[in-house]
């Protein structure tokens, strides 16, 4: 039999019906036919084949209904976690992708007659986290295989094996500042003038030796001492060739040695620093209790640039805010929120960045570079002074919190 004409009535059905998704009131679930138009669907209730299926369907109704609710409740899932794993997604996003399938279930046939039914139950199943948003539900698929389970739980030992770690390191590094401490206050010496004490006695130089020894000695004051001295001692050593003296040679060295030390114990918390930065960084920032501004235009002028405390964290990227001036509890995403920087001298909370978690005082604020000075007040490192923290990585904390 050949092909249907172009433009024939014969050939807008084939095409029709070759598109696929049809109207959702000319489908019977029982016996699994889609008719084109209400006419063609009069006539197949009429038929003796779907008089069969529905005598079949009246002795045992609730099987038939459980097993199409189950049907649809897997395929729904099954799709949920194939396509987008443990991310949170719109609801209704994943309706239609799933009912594009030619041979889906559809939700008619199932004990839920809307998706918000349907979602409300996974949430009560706990087969799914659910949350109403002002778009709609929101679900975040629960994964439960064990190889998932087994991958989690090794994340957290190896997250709390690199905080055992880190706070090994921050009691080394407290044990090497007070050593440090220790040694400066130690290391005290005192001078006093060179007295000869036998003016018969000869001395013998060996010119050669001191003029090596004058050389070594004036690279190391070239280098150490700063560019308001370097004249100074150009001058000296132009005028006098005799070199400095065994006083000066003591206090360079002295000084030399007190730079030394303390470079390196710079440089050791330089590295720790730099440390915690790459393991404290996160794309995430809420904590309870500091005040944050709400940023959404989408919430209205009530809300909108107004203030409120966080007073608890949901999956980490959403919290509870309760608004200072109306005292309304709101749900919000972390995007809809910013950080609000105090009065220089109110203590603040670190939400991110090398100190996350500590508490400091805020210092200086630079409103070009948007950034500010803050001083830690908690931890090992108390009183350390820290400079260019970005606006991000502090905040405000709530006067009933402290």
């Known amino acids: ?93 994943v309706y239609q992708d799933y009912i ?39 679900v975040q698929y629960i994964d439960r295989d064990p190889e998932t389970i087994a991958m989690q739980e090794a994340l957290l030992r190896k997250e709390k094996m690199d905080k055992d770690d880190q706070e090994k390191m921050m009691a080394f590094i407290e044990k090497q500042i007070e050593k440090g401490k220790e040694c400066s206050k130690n290391e005290t010496s005192t001078y006093t003038e060179f007295v000869r004490q036998n003016e018969e006695e000869k001395v013998t130089v060996n010119l050669n030796l001191v003029k090596k020894k004058q050389e070594e000695i004036s690279k190391n004051m070239l280098i150490m001492n700063s560019l308001k001295h370097s004249d100074k001692g150009k001058d000296t050593k132009s005028n006098d060739g005799s070199g400095p003296s065994n006083e000066e040679t003591k206090l360079n060295k002295k000084v030399k040695g007190d730079k030394r030390k303390a470079s390196a114990l710079d440089e050791i918390i330089k590295d720790e620093e730099t440390k915690k ?41 959403a919290a509870t805010v309760s608004m200072l001036d109306t005292g309304h509890k709101l749900k919000l995403d972390q995007a809809h929120l910013e950080t609000v920087i105090p009065a220089i001298g109110r203590q603040i909370q670190v939400v991110n960045g090398a100190y996350r978690g500590s508490l400091a005082v805020l210092k200086e604020l630079d409103e070009k570079n948007f950034c500010v000075s803050v001083e830690i007040s908690s931890g090992p490192l108390k009183g350390r002074v820290v400079d260019k923290v970005q606006y991000e990585d502090i905040c405000k904390i709530h006067l009933k919190d402290l």
């Not at 045992?60 to 459980?66: E, L, Q």
């Open 1 to 93: 039999m050949g092909k249907h004409e172009v433009g024939t009535p014969k050939y807008i059905a084939n095409k029709i019906k070759a598109k696929g998704l049809q109207k959702l009131r000319w489908y019977c679930q029982m016996c699994q036919k889609q008719c084109r138009d209400e006419n063609g669907f009069k006539c197949h209730m009429m038929s003796e084949s779907h008089q069969r299926q529905l005598l079949l369907f009246a002795d045992n109704a609730d099987k038939y209904i459980d097993e199409f609710s189950k049907e649809f409740e897997e395929g729904y899932l099954e799709l949920l976690k194939r396509q987008f794993g443990t991310k949170r997604v719109h609801a209704n996003r």
């Open 100 to 138: 594009s399938e030619r041979h889906h279930l559809h939700m008619n046939s199932t004990q839920w007659e809307t998706l918000t039914d349907f979602v409300k139950w996974l949430g009560r199943e706990g087969k799914c986290v659910v949350d109403e948003t002002e778009k709609g539900w929101y």
């Open 277 to 317: 930065e790459r393991v404290n960084r996160k794309d995430y920032w809420l904590t309870d209790g500091i005040v944050v501004k709400v940023i959404a235009k989408s919430l209205g002028e009530k809300y909108h640039k107004k203030k409120g405390v966080v007073i608890k964290v949901h999956d980490k990227y």
